[in-house]
Every structure is written in structure tokens, then in C-alpha cells.
């Protein structure tokens, strides 16, 4: 059975980078797209980035100036760095996996998120 | 990027109800639209993919249909494990977006 648990700082200050880890158990992180998506307090979904194991990247064109997304396949883990944060950048941020079937494809499973507040 | 409209966004209904909630893409996605469920303090769970295929061990009781622009969820029977947001989530094209939620309230 997949897991993935992410892990980070739960406050980053305004300004700096907002650094997370999604640990993956349960399958070899190779061969799949794995994705970061965010959830602000009491409002809805954003996917922030995607990568697979062979460095190909996509990126949610908001963001992307900020972003950096990457997997280590030895430690069988990915990563996320988030510059400049504002208050604005304050989330649920959430890794999971992209499924894909013919060209369908979903996010699923997710890690159980990790609250990150971006405050002085 | 591709827009995607959920309405209604709040409801309330009691057991037993037929439930449908309805999402609309701003371009055609195909059948590319997947819907998932989130409780309180929970990730999103996986529900629905291609716009109708059920994902395993989802109860029977959920639906999808639709093609094009217009997207539908269906609760045959809601059971009181079914109060939650819904989610619909467009992968035709990047950036992946989502519907902004439907809130499914107890009566």
C-alpha cells in the first residue's frame, strides 16, 4: 500500500523559502508523475507542480516564477521550495500521486498534508 | 486555464437522499474529470476518474457522467459517511484545476 508523508517547517517567515518533503513508502517513486497541491485555510485546491523520476517537470504557470520541484529516487522521496512566500502562500500543502491510465489521469494517493503559516 | 464551476456550492440533505452535484468546464475536457471526497482535516480521496469509472473500493452508490463541459455526481443513497466536500478536477490540459467545492451538510 502507497503512503506518503510530507514533513517541513510549519512556519516559514514572509519573504523566505518554504521548503517540504514528501516521503514515499509503499512503492518505488520511479515511473510515476508525483504532485504538490495546496488547500488555504477553509477554501478549495491548487496544483502547484508535477515531476517524474527523469527530471520532466510541469508547473502551475501561477507559481512557476517560485517553484522548484524535485525527486531524489535514493531516498525515494520529493521535494518542494516555494521563494518569496507571502501570507498569501499560507496552506494545507499536500503531495500525492498521478495515476494514469490511457491518458486519464487523477491524483491519488495523497499524503495527509502538512499546514504551513506564513508569519513574522 | 481551463475553469471549472461546481454548483451547487453548499447543500443540505438527510439520509437516504439521491444527491447529484453538477460541474461545469469553461472549454471542452473530453471525459477528462475526476471527483474526489475531503472531510474535515482529511486529504482528498480519490472517487471518480475518466468522468465515470469508479475508483476501487468506492461504494456503487457514487456516479459519474457527462462529457464535455458538463459533469455530474451522483449519491444514489447518501449514507452519513457521505457528508463531505466534493471536488471535481479537470486533466485535459495543465495547469490541473479544480471546482471550488460542494459542501454536502446534514439536514
Known amino acids: 500500500q502507497v503512503q506518503l508523508q510530507e514533513s517541513g517547517p510549519g512556519l516559514v517567515k514572509p519573504s523566505e523559502t518554504l521548503s517540504l518533503t514528501c516521503t514515499v513508502s509503499g512503492a518505488s517513486i520511479s515511473g510515476y508523475y508525483w504532485s504538490w497541491i495546496r488547500q488555504p485555510p477553509g477554501k478549495g485546491l491548487e496544483w502547484i507542480a508535477s515531476?517524474?523520476?527523469?527530471?520532466?517537470?510541469k508547473y502551475n504557470p501561477s507559481l512557476k516564477s517560485r517553484v522548484t520541484i524535485s525527486v531524489d529516487t535514493s531516498k525515494n522521496h520529493l521535494s518542494l521550495k516555494l521563494s518569496s512566500v507571502t501570507a498569501a502562500d499560507t496552506a494545507v500543502y499536500y503531495c500525492?500521486?498521478?495515476?494514469?491510465?490511457?491518458?486519464?489521469?487523477?491524483?491519488?494517493?495523497w499524503g495527509q498534508g502538512t499546514l504551513v503559516i506564513v508569519s513574522s | 486555464d481551463i475553469q471549472m464551476t461546481q454548483s451547487p456550492s453548499s447543500l443540505s440533505a438527510s439520509v437516504g437522499d439521491r444527491l447529484t452535484i453538477t460541474c461545469r468546464a469553461s472549454q471542452s475536457i473530453s471525459s477528462f474529470l475526476n471527483w474526489y471526497q475531503q472531510k474535515p482535516g482529511k486529504a482528498p480521496k480519490l472517487l471518480i476518474y475518466?468522468?465515470?469509472t469508479l475508483h476501487y473500493r468506492v461504494p456503487s452508490r457514487f456516479s459519474g457522467s457527462g462529457s464535455g463541459t458538463d459533469f455530474t455526481l451522483t449519491i444514489s443513497s447518501l449514507q452519513p459517511e457521505d457528508f463531505a466536500t466534493y471536488y471535481c478536477?479537470?486533466?485535459?490540459?495543465?495547469?490541473?484545476?479544480f471546482g471550488q467545492g460542494t459542501k454536502v451538510e446534514i439536514k
Open positions: 478536477q479537470q486533466s485535459h490540459s495543465t495547469p490541473w484545476t
Open positions: 515531476i517524474y523520476n527523469s527530471g520532466s517537470t
Open positions: 475518466g468522468a465515470s
Open positions: 500525492a500521486r498521478e495515476g494514469l491510465y490511457d491518458d486519464y489521469s487523477w491524483f491519488d494517493p
